[in-house]
Every structure is written in structure tokens, then in C-alpha cells.
């Protein structure tokens, strides 16, 4: 191959890689949000997260980009390990569906589909039929940049120098290992089973040499995800780890299979005796089949080994206790039963949104990064909590219960409402911090002492009237209105003091909005407070049988 065989080759592969590009937007845009939304429901049982794998990355037409997704939804807390291997393992198969189209000889056709696909993008004003006609472009662009891969490398067959380098990676563990960097350097597994494809086809390589190629692109192909993930949570690397170790294990069992029964590749080749890139794709198509069928039932063990990589640290624990009901117990529960055990799981949500409100209290006056990350993460946890616990009491209602009963799990439900707002508070307090920081904003020492105090009566004012609500002892009532008005009447003073000082350019404009903010948060949230201590007192007051 000459200087000028080289960058058609590297135009070709270039080429290749924009037609995934653009008929893989072209094909999300379609979908709209409905991709995210498949993923985000991938909740139900192995078979099912194996299921949604495959379709989104048949219609995406990249594993990588599913699997990323996956990283940011397990970061996110949106989606757990054991559910993420399964969409792994459904991607592995519905990323072989490029090398099943590409066998297709359609590189004749191209420059038609690439007409029709410009025509869609440019002359029609319809979104729809422009998004289609992204699809039918990238497709297009697809099948030229293989037909130019195909010319660049066919005067390869007659070069010496190359026939000799093949020759060295005739072991089975050195294509392999040579499938694996070549992806790892392409940064996609499908361009480079489609390159492999295009050797056997042009007869550089044997029908064997791709098999193992491709089995190397497997591995290979985990390299964007181990790269994307360094910038998540350890959840989000052991994503990362996880789809790593099954790759593998996968590689693993294929290789022991062709050991020991030969004659499998025979078989995969007399699917399709006159067409070698038929016989590559569906030895891609059938291999990575066979690997999800003998793995699935382990992925329990698959997450283990992830979390062995990379151990769960106490606060991990913590975290995951926090995502998950301790108290509320699936059943028909005697009514009584079930409304004691949501009171002690929603008066965990609450001592839970206020340790994260005095974690941002204290991140806002002491600017600690890793308190910030720490109240986004329970923040989390509590909308968990607050989805989970909510649904459980739609169920509880379904109960054959009195009116006293039925009134009570009302007001809990409003009670979970008024939980989730604090905690929100709190998120906005970290972005208060954010904002004087980024800013170079900087509060007076007055303003600080204020917004402290404030603070403090704020949070008493919350553990009191939780308190109340987990004990019910309404005689305290009267008491949690006291704090409750103190909080109102500081705010208020607090405000005019922090007026004045900006009327006497005392302090900093984009401070003073901070400060304002900040003080009707903390407001906000004693209101809130004070509805979780009436709650169960107004039902047992206002209600009669």
C-alpha cells in the first residue's frame, strides 16, 4: 500500500465512523427522549435489561453510547449494577448488527442512498423526515466509507511486507491481543469487526484469524467507557469494571469453545458457504449470543467481582441504606401495622433531610467541596425515598381501612412532600455557596453572623417538630409555633439590616441576592417543619367516625 492507499484507507475508516455518527443522532433524534426513557425503565428482571440493551444499540447503532448512558444512570443512582450488566450484556448483542448489515454489498448503491438522504436533510422543512433522511445519510456514508476501505486494502493481498506481519498473528492469542489494541485505537468495536470483515472478504485474512480478531474487538471496545467513567463516582467505575470483566469472560469461554469443538466454526460457516462476510458477522452475531446465554445467570457474581475491584466504602453502605425502605414491608398488612411502619419510614426521610440541611448549612459557611457532593448525593436518596415511600401508601390505601385511617395516610403523604422540599433547600443553599465562590463574592462578617444564626434557630425549629411528629406529642405544639414565629420574625429582620447595608454599599450586590435567598430558604423550610409537627394532629383533632 502506498502513501496514497494509506489516507484513502484512513478517509474510508473516517468516513465509516461520521455515517455511525450521523445515523446514530439521526436515529436518537427520532427517538426523542424515548431512549433515555427505555433505559431509565430497564427494572425488571435480567431477561428484560438484556432486552432493552439490544434494542437501544440496535437503534443507536453503538454499544459505547448505550453503555455510556448506562455509566451516567448508575452515577446518577438512577440505575443499580445488577441492572446495568444485563443492558451490557444486550449491547454486546446489538452492536453485531452492524457487521450483519455491512455483509450486505450495498457500497454500488451508496452514492443513490447518500442523494436521497441529502435531499431529506436539505429540502424538507418537516423535523421528522429530516431526522429520517440523517438516517438514511449516515447509512449511506456508511457503505461508501466500506467501499473505500475495501479498494485502499486490496492491494494489501499482494504486499509481502503485510502477508508476513498476518503471518505472525496466525497464534490465536496474538489476534487477540491485536483485535484488542487495534479497537482500543479506533475507539469502536464496530469499525474495527467491519475493517476485519474487509480483509476476509478481500481473502487477507482467513475466516479463523477474523473470529479471533473479533473476539479482541470485544475487549477492545470497553476502552471509551473505562476513559468516560474516570470522571464518575466508584459506581460509576465499577460500570465501567463490570462490562470490562465480562468482555473477558466472554473471551474466555468463546476461545475455550473453539478449542474444544472445532468443528463450531465449520458450523458458522456452512450458514453461509459462499460468503465469508456473512460467516464473520454471524459468528459475531452467534458468539456474542452464546457468551449472554451462559453468563446471564451469573451477574450476581459478574457485580461481585466489580465490587471487589473496587471495594464499597462504609459511606457507600450508608448511602445504599439510605436508597432503600427499611420499615415498609410488601403484603396485606393489618392497616395499623402498615401506618405504623410508614411512620417510622417517613420519620427516617425526615432525619434524614435534616442532616443533609445542616450538612449544606455547614458546606455554605465553611465552603467544603466534599460536603457539596455529599448533599447532592443525599439529596438523592431522599427523592428515592420520597418516590418510593409514596407509592407504598397509594398501595397502603388500597387497604380495607377506616376514615381515621384512611385520613391519616393523607396527611403522611403531605408530610413526604414537605420532607422533600427541605432537603431541596438544602440543594440550594450548596448552590448559593457556589455562587459567591465562582463569583469571588464575599458576605460581611454582619451578613454571615445573621445568616448563622438564622440557621441555627431554623434547624432547631425542624429536629423539634420531627420530634413531635414521630412521638405525636401534640402538647409540645404550641412550643414548635414559638420557634417557628422566631424564624419568621428574624427573617424578616435579618432582610431590612442586609437592605440597609446594601443601601450603604456595605456589602456585595450578587452577595445580597445570596443572602436573601439563603434567609428564605431557611424560612421556608421552619413552614415546612411546622407542617410535618400538625400533620398527624390535625387528622386526630378534625376527624370523627
Not at 116 to 137: D, N, P, Q, S, Y
Not at 288 to 294: D, E, G, R, S, Y
Not at 461 to 466: G, L, P, S, V
Request: glycine content about 6%.
Amino acid at each position: 500500500m502506498d502513501l496514497l492507499g494509506f489516507f484513502a484507507l484512513l478517509g474510508g475508516v473516517g468516513l465509516f465512523l461520521y455515517g455511525m455518527s450521523i445515523m446514530s443522532t439521526g436515529l436518537k433524534n427520532a427517538a426523542g427522549d424515548q431512549l433515555k426513557t427505555i433505559l431509565e425503565h430497564a427494572t425488571g428482571n435480567r431477561f428484560s435489561a438484556v432486552f432493552i440493551g439490544l434494542l437501544v444499540t440496535i437503534l443507536i447503532q453503538s454499544s459505547a453510547a448505550t453503555d455510556m448512558m448506562v455509566i451516567g444512570f448508575v452515577n446518577s443512582s438512577m440505575m443499580t449494577l445488577l441492572q446495568a450488566i444485563g443492558v451490557i450484556m444486550g449491547a454486546n448483542i446489538g452492536t453485531t448488527i452492524t457487521a450483519q448489515i455491512t455483509a450486505f454489498s450495498l457500497g454500488a448503491y451508496a452514492p443513490l442512498i447518500l442523494f436521497i438522504g441529502a435531499m431529506m436533510c436539505l429540502f424538507v422543512k418537516k423535523t421528522m423526515i429530516r431526522h429520517i433522511g440523517a438516517i438514511i445519510l449516515g447509512f449511506g456514508m456508511l457503505f461508501l466509507g466500506i467501499s473505500i476501505i475495501s479498494s485502499s486494502i486490496s492491494p494489501l493481498s499482494q504486499s509481502p511486507e503485510f502477508i508476513q506481519f498476518l503471518q505472525t498473528l496466525e497464534h490465536p492469542a496474538l489476534a487477540v491481543l491485536f483485535g484488542v489494541l487495534f479497537t482500543a485505537l479506533l475507539q469502536s468495536s464496530s469499525s474495527s469487526v467491519v475493517i476485519f470483515q474487509t480483509f476476509a472478504i478481500q481473502g487477507i485474512i482467513s475466516f479463523e484469524m477474523a473470529v479471533y480478531l473479533v473476539i479482541g474487538a470485544a475487549i477492545g471496545s470497553v476502552t471509551p467507557n473505562i476513559l468516560a467513567s474516570l470522571t464518575t463516582n466508584r459506581n460509576g467505575k465499577r460500570t465501567a469494571i463490570l462490562n470490562l470483566v465480562f468482555n473477558l469472560l466472554r473471551a474466555s469461554i468463546l476461545l475455550t469453545i473453539i478449542a474444544l469443538i472445532p468443528q463450531s466454526l465449520e458450523l458458522i460457516k456452512a450458514l453461509s458457504p459462499d460468503n465469508i462476510g456473512r460467516q464473520v458477522a454471524n459468528a459475531h452475531t452467534i458468539f456474542a449470543v452464546i457468551a449472554v446465554i451462559l453468563l446471564l445467570p451469573f451477574t450476581t457474581y459478574l457485580v461481585k467481582i466489580a465490587q471487589k475491584i473496587i471495594p464499597i466504602l462504609p459511606a457507600e453502605t450508608a448511602k445504599l441504606q439510605d436508597r432503600q425502605l427499611l420499615y415498609m414491608q410488601e403484603g396485606n398488612l393489618p392497616p395499623a401495622v402498615a401506618l405504623y411502619q410508614a411512620k417510622l419510614e417517613i420519620t427516617r426521610m425526615a432525619k434524614i433531610a435534616y442532616r443533609n440541611l445542616q450538612t449544606a448549612v455547614d458546606c455554605f459557611f465553611k465552603s467544603d467541596d466534599k460536603e457539596a457532593e455529599h448533599v447532592e448525593e443525599t439529596e438523592l436518596s431522599v427523592n428515592y425515598l420520597t418516590h418510593a415511600i409514596t407509592q407504598r401508601l397509594v398501595k397502603i390505601r388500597t387497604l380495607n381501612m377506616t376514615g381515621h385511617e384512611r385520613n391519616r395516610i393523607s396527611q403522611m403523604t403531605l408530610v413526604v412532600a414537605d420532607i422533600e422540599r427541605i432537603s431541596d433547600h438544602a440543594e440550594n443553599i450548596v448552590e448559593y455557596e457556589n455562587q459567591v465562590k465562582s463569583k469571588n463574592s464575599k458576605l460581611s462578617d454582619e451578613a454571615i453572623e445573621e445568616l448563622r444564626t438564622l440557621a441555627t434557630l431554623s434547624l432547631k425549629t425542624i429536629a423539634f417538630c420531627i420530634d413531635i411528629f414521630e412521638h405525636e406529642t401534640f402538647e409540645k405544639l404550641p412550643e414548635a409555633e414559638q420557634f417557628e414565629q422566631s424564624v419568621d420574625d428574624l427573617e424578616k429582620k435579618i432582610v431590612n439590616n442586609h437592605i440597609q447595608r446594601l443601601l450603604n454599599q456595605a456589602c456585595d450586590p450578587l452577595a445580597g441576592v445570596v443572602f436573601t435567598n439563603m434567609s428564605s430558604d431557611l424560612e421556608r423550610c421552619s413552614d415546612h417543619a411546622i407542617n410535618i409537627a400538625f400533620a398527624l394532629h390535625e387528622y386526630d383533632f378534625g376527624i370523627k367516625e
